[in-house]
């Protein structure tokens, strides 16, 4: 049997930053398990188009079957495959005033056609999946729980399972993999990595989507 | 093989009325699948002391090692076998200011022996299980969303596995099972009885669950 | 002495459409109080690009002082000046999978340089001043607490007063308006014409606010 | 003009430990603001029963008309008197299961009677005021903000005014004071004590509550 996949999305626009490396943190994690394969993609590197709620996804069926969005075709034309093919997924965005960055809820905003009112092959496409967060925030309660909140309601519009950081002693956070700048001893956009508990809650849901997926407590 | 025992747990103090009825709506529909059996019971029903934070339930073997909570001995005692039992879990709220009521969150609270932190044979009891929610509230938008995601959040801390109203069209509340009194129909304890809509996504939650529970999507 | 300005800033992408259309009886309510004028802003008239982390406005002064964003010169030029003149901000959003838009959080994320740490004279722009806010979903528990509270969430970090729905009986929604397109009686994009809740939580949101900018209980 | 009171409501079960110690702070610094006075009350000395839904607080005047809940007479009694004399209103819980303790959810569910609702001379007690939330949690991301938001909740409900951790730079939490045992550096029940951030955060909303109640920004 094939490896599953878990798909990583991180939504820095800061290259090998913080939230970029928690997200390495969780797939590291995550691919250590045997049975799993994990890819990492970077929302920046896409261009990505807000939904502008024409609705054409659910109103009438896609070109051939095969496009979940044709009133833009962009960056998510690649990202959509990967959402599909994938068992178990996790966000990973900076905390913006509390909440996703404007990039990752735009991509969000984005996959409405594989909702239940989606009308191309994509429809249901994430359903039943595992899903997972993970947010990076300046300050220490910066919104970081609000932002991993948002990213499970994303998940529970799309009827996936949710889980948080697993069974391990002082997770940092139980909801997800939260980070933070404070205490601050390193630079700003390297402060994640001497943030032991941010480290060690993004190994935790690295490695809790991957027994998910499959299908291990 | 036995059949897999759904726990729903009803927090309102009112017998008959607007939760109860929500809960045993999805009560129902988990009983319809097969290779599923459930158990109802209302917190009203039995006595239950809010933790007091001695942390016994963490600090020292409780006696014997069956018994997660030495400083109570109350009507928990007979709620923690169940809990102990189910794969998967139902709590219900009616909405206070918002939120769970106190005697859900005393229910609640006085797991903190079943936590990874316990030191009983209770310890992990509600691990890698299915959860869901459902929230009664006097309005339209009173709170039940931020009441499911409290039930969310404590399944969270338990290391649990979380879902939402499932795959169906306009579920009302993706998070869980939202019932309301607006537009009030009949007489306020009995509102959620004309409620479409909370009943719909009050079954779909205890269908997801049960799906969940026996690993289908 | 001259009267105190209401903004209000829709972020629906369709013209006259439920969220428009909330915010306008908002506005509306608000405009017959006393003392208060009100202008109403819609983010698609404007092309807002998506705050790209660089921290310019935080990290150095902005050319001449009078610009908080250096890096992008676009549609925001033209509302920074009225979310400085404002003494009530009420802000609205159709709900995206249980949260804002991400037009709306672009907007959001481009008023970095009116915190704290801006170096322009837009620092603390908001600070002080009164907040609330208005959801339009298309289930009926479909994210409008969340969205809410994530405008909420906004307005602490720029140190805003923030206030709900008022004194009136039965406002369906405490924390702001909330509307819904269930039960549907009309066109989807004319529900909320029809959704009398909603247009009441949305009229005393624009009182409310009145009244709290003139330091009226 | 006599000073004016700040109310402070302590919901730990612990005399002396985290949440009382982040409380006197903030009342502390409330209490260096001329024109301000302080009263900080411990839940833990009152017996307060949960509400059982009766609704007799709305339903019918209550003997005389000074009594908001003529169901259980016992230590909201006097706390009652005390919520009607404050101009704010500071409520500080530690966080169980991510959220409110079942101690301070039973204080606030017997406040049915100040609301809109109410028949008695509480009506509206608590209306216009201003309030602020303090959340200690064991993990550093264990709840802090989700429980702020649920002291908040329950202000909107009463139709308060709710203000953050104010305009100083790095609060560590913007929605109000959050404490954390982590990184853990003295015994538990004193990590508080060491707890710069939560001390800072906390000092802040007793300020910034003080400084709303007297009309200034």
Same mark, same amino acid.
């Given at each position: ?7 990583g999305?991180?939504g820095?626009?800061r ?39 024409c ?41 913006? %005033? ?5 990039? *990752?809820?735009?991509?969000? =905003?984005? $996959?409405? &056609?594989l909702?239940?009112? +989606?009308?191309s ?34 998940? %529970? ?5 949710? *889980?948080?950081?697993?069974? =391990?002693? $002082?997770? &940092?956070?139980?909801?997800? +993999? ?40």
């Open positions: 049997m094939s490896a599953k996949l878990i798909l999305i991180s820095s626009s290259k090998g930053a913080n939230t970029d490396f928690l997200m390495a943190q969780a797939m590291a994690a995550a691919a250590e398990i045997k049975g799993i394969q994990t890819e990492l993609i970077h929302l920046r590197d896409y261009t990505i188009a807000p939904c502008n709620s609705f054409a996804c659910c109103n009438e069926p896609a070109a051939g079957g095969d496009i979940p969005c044709i009133s833009f075709r962009d960056g998510m034309d690649e990202i959509y495959p990967k959402l599909k093919a994938c068992a178990g997924l996790i966000i990973g965005s900076p905390v913006f %005033f509390g909440n996703l960055t404007a990039q *990752v809820k735009a991509f969000m =905003d984005r $996959t409405e &056609g909702l239940r009112y +989606g009308t092959s994509y429809q249901y496409a994430l359903r039943g999946k595992i899903g997972a967060g993970i947010a990076m925030g300046g300050n220490r309660h910066g919104g970081q729980e609000f932002t991993i909140q948002a990213i499970h309601y994303y998940y %529970f519009v799309h009827d996936m399972m949710v *889980v948080g950081t697993g069974p =391990d002693f $002082t997770p &940092g956070c139980y909801l997800g +993999g939260a980070g933070t700048n404070y205490p601050q001893r390193g630079k700003v956009r390297d402060a994640a990595k001497v943030d032991d508990l941010g480290i060690k809650a993004s190994r935790m849901i690295g490695r809790r989507v991957a027994e998910a997926v499959l299908g291990q407590k």
